[in-house]
């Protein structure tokens, strides 16, 4: 079994800047990716950025923006967010991928960027 629980998300002006932590327990391997996904109302789920094995991959929209980092022990991911805009209010969800390519979600936290 592997949880993962999200801290940091809450509301920011324009501009402004927020930082996403998501702590992984359990069968964790430093190899395994891991990421950040993110739902906005009448939206279908996106992939915002990823990490495994030292690579880093993001969506066009927020590089440049977004920085994705992991931990020495790969238990805990970071996504570095700056010059946030309002369409990035999200739900954003933390994600494990496993060898099995099972996937385990976090519970989800909010994101509001609005003045």
């Known amino acids: 079994q592997v949880r993962l629980v999200e801290s940091g998300g809450g509301l920011v002006q324009p501009g402004g800047s927020l930082t996403l932590s998501c702590i992984a327990s359990g069968s964790i391997f430093s190899s395994d990716a891991m990421g950040w996904y993110r739902q906005a109302p009448g939206k279908q789920r996106e992939l915002v950025a990823d990490?495994?094995?030292?690579?880093?991959n993001y969506a066009d929209s927020v590089k440049g923006r977004f920085t994705i980092a992991r931990d020495s022990a790969g238990s805990t991911v970071y996504l570095q967010m700056n010059t946030l805009k309002p369409e990035d209010t999200a739900v954003y969800y933390c994600?494990?991928?496993?060898?099995?390519?099972?996937?385990?979600w976090g519970q989800g936290i909010q994101v509001t960027v609005s003045s």
């Open positions: 994600y494990f991928r496993d060898r099995g390519n099972a996937d385990y």
């Open positions: 990490t495994t094995r030292g690579w880093a």
